[in-house]
Structures are given as structure tokens and as C-alpha cells.
């Protein structure tokens, strides 16, 4: 199930990043998913820490408090493009925060003895 799931988020976070071109600050947000897509694959391949999945976590969700848009306008899914910087900020956020979850959810997974 661990392996799986780092594939499955790791190929998720690498599809975020391959969608992040068109944006207005690809140079920020693709290296963002990069590095999540990377942890993932670390993960799987057991070749990270607890600790750097922590610390990861913690990076997360510190960015994704400090991206929360002024005023929350939701997400607006049912649209591809941007309404208002506030739903832009939200999507950010909520995507930040998404990647703090799943490094929260490695770091949890590297502390348990291997299986065989």
C-alpha cells in the first residue's frame, strides 16, 4: 500500500508540475511539485528520512498559510481559468496544503520497520 500510494502521488505531483507551464510564475510552482513528485519516489525507494519528510511538511505548511488568500472566495472547480486572485490564491494554498498532507503521510509511513 506505501509503495502505491508514493507512485500514485508521486506521478500525481509530476502531472501538477507538467500543468504549471502555462501559468503566470511556472519557474516557482513547477520545481514546488518537482520536489514533491521527488520526495514521493524517495519514499518508495526508501531512500528518505523521516525527518526530511518533516521538515518538508513543515515548509508546506507554512507556504500554504502564508499564500491563504485575504478573503476567501472558494475554489471555483467548475472553471479552468482565474475569476479573481483570491480563488487563484486559494487554489495555491489548497494545493500547498495537499503536499503537506502527503509529506506528513511519508514521514509517518519512513518511521515504520520494513516488512517483508
Same mark, same amino acid.
Given at each position: 500500500? =506505501?509503495? +502505491?500510494?508514493?507512485?500514485?502521488?508521486?506521478? !500525481?505531483?509530476?502531472?501538477?508540475?507538467?500543468?504549471?507551464?502555462?501559468?503566470?510564475?511556472?519557474?516557482? $510552482?513547477?520545481?514546488?511539485?518537482? /520536489?514533491?513528485?521527488?520526495?514521493? *519516489?524517495?519514499?518508495? #525507494? &526508501?531512500?528518505?528520512?523521516? $525527518? *526530511? *519528510? +518533516?521538515?518538508?511538511? *513543515?515548509? @508546506?505548511?507554512?507556504? #500554504?498559510? @502564508?499564500?491563504? %488568500?485575504?478573503?476567501?472566495?472558494?475554489? !471555483?472547480?467548475?472553471?479552468?481559468?482565474? =475569476?479573481?486572485?483570491?480563488?487563484?490564491?486559494? &487554489?495555491?494554498?489548497?494545493? /500547498? #496544503?495537499?503536499?503537506?498532507?502527503?509529506?506528513? !503521510? !511519508?514521514?509517518?509511513?519512513? &518511521?515504520? %520497520?520494513? &516488512? =517483508?
Amino acid at each position: 500500500m =506505501r509503495k +502505491t500510494l508514493s507512485i500514485i502521488f508521486g506521478l !500525481l505531483f509530476i502531472l501538477f508540475a507538467a500543468v504549471q507551464y502555462n501559468d503566470p510564475d511556472p519557474e516557482i $510552482w513547477i520545481p514546488i511539485y518537482g /520536489l514533491a513528485a521527488a520526495a514521493c *519516489f524517495m519514499a518508495y #525507494a &526508501r531512500v528518505g528520512q523521516w $525527518w *526530511f *519528510f +518533516t521538515v518538508l511538511a *513543515f515548509i @508546506y505548511v507554512v507556504a #500554504a498559510i @502564508y499564500q491563504w %488568500p485575504p478573503k476567501f472566495e472558494g475554489f !471555483l472547480f467548475s472553471e479552468v481559468g482565474m =475569476r479573481s486572485m483570491n480563488i487563484e490564491m486559494a &487554489r495555491e494554498a489548497g494545493g /500547498l #496544503a495537499m503536499v503537506a498532507a502527503v509529506m506528513v !503521510l !511519508l514521514a509517518i509511513w519512513s &518511521r515504520q %520497520p520494513i &516488512r =517483508r
